[in-house]
Nanobody, 121 residues
């Protein structure tokens, strides 16, 4: 069974930068699309960005030009470089991955626990 662990969240001033990372681990797993969602208090979870196995990225309009998603498929790791951060980017950022468990012959969506990003002066 896959286990996703995020890191890199924290407090940053407006205009600053942060990089999040997420690694999927587990015996016999491969990852397909990986990405990031975010959820702010009182708001619905929304897609921030995702990236296919072939490296094709997709971004929410609100982060285009400011965030960059990338991956290391050999390490089942996805990164989110966030720049020009705004207070409205404050949220819990959750990693997800479309995972194939070859041992169990199952393909599932897996989620991390989330990491807090706070943009404030």
């Amino acid at each position: 069974q896959a286990h996703l662990v995020e890191s890199g969240g924290g407090l940053v001033q407006p205009g600053g930068s942060l990089t999040l990372s997420c690694t999927a681990s587990g015996s016999g797993i491969s990852t397909y699309t990986m990405g990031w969602y975010r959820q702010a208090p009182g708001k619905q979870r929304q897609l921030v960005a995702d990236i296919t196995t072939f490296g094709t990225p997709n971004y929410a309009d609100s982060v285009k030009g400011r965030f960059t998603i990338s991956r290391d498929s050999a390490e089942n790791t996805v990164y989110l470089q966030m720049g020009s951060l705004k207070p409205e980017d404050t949220a819990i950022y959750l990693c997800y991955a479309d995972v194939l468990d070859r041992n169990r012959a199952r393909r599932t969506d897996e989620w991390g626990q989330g990491t807090q990003v706070t943009v404030s002066s």
